[in-house]
């Protein structure tokens, strides 16, 4: 970096400090209480912010589309457009040229072993100018050439369509319409993801995002702490319930069906008679198909996995920021918001809606991805609220974690990055006014730790709104892995620990800490950590592709003090330490928070699971397909001479 750039660095963290010291609120606490006292992060540290740099969007094509759809809402079907003028150009030099267009329509292999897996495409069919798309499709790709005399074909533009299609009877939407303007009871639900976006990151890159959600009707939970690792535990929690752990008690969700018993909130919904949809890009690792078969039976009425699916596979797929981002001619992004763009138009006021749309492709593994989405989201924010989606419906954004690898899971704010995701919840006018008790024990929830089950338990609650406390949640509408959690419509207690908001005291930002690296027990720790990873690699049968561990250095160390009325050791010579440290070969940086008994110099029980990966895994874990086991896995045969110092 020249001497300038760093003097625009430098200026730029400067300006940020003062702005936020000026609307960052409580300078100090995101929670403030005996027991928790969860810090607000400064976004801007020189540590965090010497190596930010805003990023670009880049385009994936610079043509129009040759083939459109439209939603004609007479005949409630849409109609195919095929823009011949756009080849009128390359028809000129062929002579007695003709442009054709055809589509050939995927569906879901429902006859498959696992079905998110698989896609059927059925033949090749001409499309007519301003023809009719049939009712029962949901997907296609298509393909437009131009022929000429000798029937020599050259392909102009191949591209994928999804159709959100409205079978909606004409009565089911009257009674709607009708019950709604009486005596509105069913508020349509809308949750928006990004992976990997913790409420510090969101202003760091993305600042005219927050300010749209700042704006009245959205409430941020600032005390919301994250229960798992990564994205699969973290979801499952809000929209199920479980913990990944506890799955296990029902069923393996390694096996084909197991996800399919799970107490989905969507199917709740459905129960409910409200229409349902999910989507998800970057295929490979969407969070039920990451070393998952996925789902059996489709989960959502609206499901646009099988696209994805197909089009990853048939069309050209160019990687940014680690996965993919343009697939064929559009974002993988955008296939995914679109179709939450016509999932709001196509149902919003005429059916209470449920809807769940994820992405991964900017965010996952770089944290300046978000910088360069920033305008494109902010316009699929903006286009939502003029389809009335905000004045309508509760709607959810939010993350699963924080950034977990690399430059900012090292900062000195590392550790509260990653285990903050953010959190916004908007309330439209028309429940702030029916429900104020409601709003504002939301508005005072802000600043009280919550937790995963907590949004579990709010979505059950916009089911039963007419609870008056918890008191009124029968044991099955209970979070299963969280009994003291409850929805964040009712007000949660000031002394609350993360244990009763079901966190793990390795997720836990509510407990200060004293640094003791320097302090020699420190390595003495360190080194039996490690003692007990090898055991693990050799009592799980690991030992032949996972090379052995030796340590190399202590990074850091804390030790938490727990507060007064917090849930304390039993034996007062325990204490929680969190260590980072490396090891050899290849230097893996690992995180773990365990208990340590001074008297005694021992390490109590730990898991070796719950270890935190703080560097990429991505080429040291090729040789084993278990995801936990991938973080604390060093691939024998990814070795080379240099990697061992």
């Known amino acids: 970096m020249n001497r300038r750039c760093k003097e625009l660095l430098a200026l730029c963290v400067l300006t940020s400090l003062v702005l936020w010291n000026k609307v960052g609120g409580d300078p100090k606490y995101y929670v403030n209480s005996p027991v928790c006292q969860m810090p607000a992060v400064n976004p801007f540290t020189w540590d965090t912010m010497s190596d930010f740099e805003r990023k670009e969007m880049r385009q994936c094509h610079n043509d129009s589309d040759m083939v459109t759809s439209e939603f004609d809402f007479e005949t409630h079907q849409y109609r195919l457009h095929i823009h011949e003028h756009l080849a009128r150009p390359i028809l000129k030099t062929k ?335 028309w429940f702030r006014r029916k429900y104020p008790h409601l709003a504002e024990n939301l508005k005072t929830n802000r600043n009280r730790l919550s937790s995963n089950f907590d949004v579990y338990m709010t979505l059950l609650h916009l089911l039963q709104l007419d609870a008056k406390s918890m008191a009124d949640f029968p044991d099955n509408l209970r979070a299963r892995q969280c009994k003291s959690c409850q929805s964040l419509f009712f007000e949660l207690p000031f002394n609350r620990t993360c244990h009763m908001a079901g966190i793990a005291e390795k997720w836990c930002c509510c407990q200060p800490t004293k640094t003791v690296t320097n302090l020699p027990f420190a390595k003495i720790i360190t080194q039996t950590i490690v003692k007990r990873m090898n055991e693990h690699l050799i009592s799980h049968n690991l030992s032949q592709i996972c090379h052995d561990f030796t340590y190399k250095s202590v990074e850091k160390a804390d030790r938490k003090t727990i507060l007064s009325t917090g849930v304390k050791p039993s034996d007062k010579d325990e204490h929680i330490y969190t260590i980072v440290f490396k090891t050899l070969p290849k230097n893996p940086l690992f995180e773990a928070t365990v208990l340590w008994n001074n008297r005694t110099q021992k390490l109590l029980p730990m898991k070796v699971e719950d270890l935190s990966r703080l560097s990429s895994y991505k080429n040291d874990a090729n040789c084993i397909n278990e995801k936990i086991a991938k973080k604390y896995c060093i691939c024998k045969d990814s070795l080379n001479i240099t990697s061992e110092d």
């Not at 009712?135 to 074909?153: E, G, L």
């Not at 709607?176 to 809308?190: G, L, M, N, R």
């Not at 954004?397 to 900062?411: F, K």
Request: aromatic share 14%; net charge positive; hydrophobic share 35%.
């Open 95 to 429: 002579g007695h040229a003709t442009m054709k267009c055809e589509y050939r329509e995927i569906l879901r292999d429902t006859t498959a072993k696992k079905p998110d897996d698989n896609y059927k495409q059925l033949g090749i069919r001409p499309i007519r100018n301003h023809q009719f798309v049939s009712k029962n499709i949901n997907f296609m790709t298509t393909n437009c050439y131009v022929k000429d005399a000798h029937n020599h074909r050259q392909v102009l533009q191949r591209d994928a369509i999804s159709f959100i299609q409205d079978r909606l009877t004409k009565k089911k939407v009257k009674d709607f319409e009708k019950k709604q303007s009486s005596d509105p009871k069913q508020p349509s639900v809308f949750i928006m993801g990004l992976d990997s976006t913790s409420r510090i990151n969101l202003r760091r890159a993305m600042p005219r995002v927050l300010k749209f959600v700042s704006q009245p009707g959205w409430f941020e939970m600032q005390g919301y702490n994250k229960v798992g690792d990564n994205t699969f535990p973290n979801l499952l929690a809000i929209l199920t319930g479980d913990s990944e752990e506890g799955v296990k008690d029902f069923c393996d969700v390694k096996k084909p069906g197991c996800l399919d018993t799970l107490n989905f909130i969507w199917k709740r919904f459905k129960k409910a008679n409200y229409t349902t949809a999910f989507a998800e890009d970057c295929e490979s690792i969407s969070t039920f198909n990451y070393l998952k078969p996925g789902f059996v039976r489709q989960p959502t009425d609206f499901y646009l996995r099988p696209l994805l699916f197909a089009i990853e596979k048939q069309f050209k797929v160019t990687k940014d920021y680690g996965y993919p981002y343009c697939v064929g001619r559009h974002l993988s992004f955008s296939y995914v918001w679109d179709f939450g763009q016509q999932f709001i138009d196509r149902f919003l006021g005429r059916t209470p809606l449920f809807g769940f749309i994820w992405s991964n492709s900017f965010t996952h593994d770089y944290y300046e991805g978000a910088t360069a989405l920033e305008d494109l989201f902010l316009k699929y924010l903006k286009s939502f609220e003029e389809s009335d989606l905000f004045r309508q419906s509760i709607v959810i954004l939010m993350s699963d974690h924080g950034y977990r690898y690399n430059t900012l899971r090292t900062a000195s704010t590392g550790y509260f990055e990653e285990r903050m995701p953010m959190m916004f919840i908007h309330l439209p006018p």
